[in-house]
């Protein structure tokens, strides 16, 4: 199956990708764009509730982050709830905890009703500290999840080997195997009358008189009522591109030699953060671990990122042997919240995204908002999660640093080209921006002795791309679009491929 990247996830070593292209008409009331976790749960709720929909997605159903998370179902977020009480108050801080736990509900229900085979697993979740700073963190934490009705008490074991100075125990937390569940949703809205159109890149798009136009890569024009980009950023230049910030964590699964009691997820409190959780299929059993985050196209050497991974795995861990290793990609809000619900200025055009470490919860807590809306109703959770929202005092310092992050892309990297005086200083299988003949590339060399060579410019905002060698990719630092080597568009907010030279 393909993902946008170079290594396959553990999930995706485990399905058979699908072309599907089954629509009989190009007017939709409703048309998603992105057919990840959210996409396709939000096409298959609204079939459910009498829109007719199409989904259309530009590569295969969970190409994305679907395809490459450690599929955790919490009812708790990276933004803490001691953070969210302060940020937003304490009464939108009780909605949002009641809406996660409705949340895990929702997918267990569909679990339940369309009989899916997924490894779905109900568990505890445990985190710890390290140090009394830590320590302090943790006793907020404990506090704050009190106060809004999380199920959680400190406990002085856990169920992993790993060395902590205090520890709590999170109940109601869930877990599953991410593209069987999508996979058995989007036959779900099929059999119930959806459209889809796999393979199918959005090229452009027009609101006009009421009506959406979408234009793909293969001549086709769609029109709708409305339209969600269910696709991490919403593409082109608009304020998403400040208060979104890319970011790429890094997993591994190993298969373990003996069983575990149950099935279990932990965290530290360091930053960026270590989590593992276990995973049974079949017989066999797994951990998967990850974390080592770093901001999309900051760092030259990714590779060293799987290295401190499998470190600390190799520290920590007995395991039999190594099954996947993969990156992934998620975007962090200004405010710690995710921006579900309508794009500002726009009447028809919805948006779902920032869901930081928490895709699988957000991303399906999108069906309990956008269908709502669409149908006229606003409750207190889209006014909470609305991406109109100001909260000048929660993102004012995100926002900042991501405008100074993205600048200083634009202006250092025009400059950062290596000098070289041939092409064949380029080893196989290495990529680098380059300057050659008095012209800047993106150069990349393939295992054949190939060259190929691209514009460095991506096409978004014109940021100078950078190579990303553990997903053999080009990553644009400023904003999180990135290409493959033939200047193929991965991820969004581009809409368009970095120029072939």
């Known amino acids: 199956m393909k993902r946008d990247g170079k290594n396959i996830s553990f999930w995706e070593s485990q399905v058979h990708k699908e072309v599907l292209q089954n629509y009989n008409e190009t007017h939709f009331e409703t048309i998603i764009v992105g057919a990840g976790i959210t996409g396709v749960t939000l096409a298959k709720e609204l079939q459910n509730r009498g829109h007719n929909c199409l989904l259309i997605e530009k590569e295969n159903p969970g190409f994305g982050t679907t395809g490459g998370t450690t599929a955790h179902i919490n009812n708790f977020f990276d933004s803490s709830y001691d953070e969210i009480i302060k940020n937003f108050g304490e009464e939108s801080a009780v909605l949002l905890a009641e809406a996660a736990k409705d949340t895990i509900r929702y997918i267990k229900q569909n679990i339940v009703h369309h009989h899916i085979s997924c490894d779905f697993n109900e568990c505890y979740y445990y985190l710890f500290s390290a140090d009394e700073k830590q320590s302090k963190k943790l006793d907020d934490i404990l506090e704050a999840h009190h106060k809004v009705g999380i199920d959680t008490e400190q406990t002085f074991s856990i169920p992993f080997p790993l060395e902590f100075k205090k520890a709590i125990e999170i109940k109601g937390q869930a877990q599953f195997h991410p593209l069987r569940y999508i996979n058995k949703l989007l036959k779900e809205y099929i059999k119930n009358g959806g459209a889809i159109a796999t393979e199918t890149q959005i090229k452009d798009f027009e609101n006009k008189d009421g009506i959406i136009t979408l234009k793909t890569d293969n001549d086709s024009v769609f029109t709708a009522k409305n339209l969600?980009?269910?696709?991490?950023?919403?593409?082109?230049?608009?304020r998403f591109s400040v208060l979104l910030a890319p970011y790429r964590s890094y997993a591994v699964t190993l298969r373990l030699a003996n069983p575990v009691k149950s099935m279990a997820q932990t965290a530290d409190l360091y930053d960026p953060y270590h989590y593992a959780r276990y995973h049974k299929s079949g017989n066999d059993y797994f951990l998967i671990v990850?974390?080592?985050?770093?901001?999309t196209g900051d760092e030259n050497d990714t590779e060293k990122h799987f290295e401190d991974l499998m470190k600390y795995v190799d520290d920590n861990f007995s395991y039999k042997e190594v099954v996947a290793k993969w990156s992934s990609q998620f975007y962090q809000s200004a405010d710690g919240l995710p921006y579900i619900g309508k794009m500002p200025g726009e009447n028809n055009i919805y948006i779902s995204t920032g869901f930081t470490g928490n895709g699988m919860t957000f991303g399906s807590m999108t069906s309990l908002i956008i269908p709502d809306l669409l149908e006229g109703k606003e409750t207190e959770l889209s006014k909470?999660?609305?991406?109109s929202r100001i909260k000048p005092l929660a993102s004012a310092r995100n926002v900042l640093d991501e405008v100074v992050n993205a600048s200083v892309h634009f202006v250092k990297d025009k400059f950062a080209a290596d000098k070289i005086d041939e092409l064949n200083e380029l080893n196989k299988g290495e990529g680098r921006i380059i300057k050659y003949d008095g012209k800047t590339y993106a150069a990349y060399r393939d295992e054949k002795s190939e060259i190929h060579l691209l514009s460095?410019?991506?096409?978004?905002?014109?940021?100078?791309?950078a190579w990303n060698p553990s997903e053999v990719s080009w990553d644009c630092p400023c904003h999180g679009s990135r290409f493959d080597i033939e200047g193929k568009l991965?991820?969004?907010?581009?809409?368009?491929?970095?120029?072939?030279?």
């Open 228 to 238: 969600v980009w269910a696709t991490h950023i919403p593409p082109g230049n608009n």
């Open 290 to 295: 990850g974390g080592f985050d770093h901001k």
């Open 384 to 387: 909470l999660l609305a991406p």
């Open 456 to 465: 460095p410019v991506c096409p978004h905002t014109g940021c100078t791309v």
């Open 490 to 501: 991965l991820n969004g907010p581009a809409m368009t491929d970095l120029s072939k030279i």
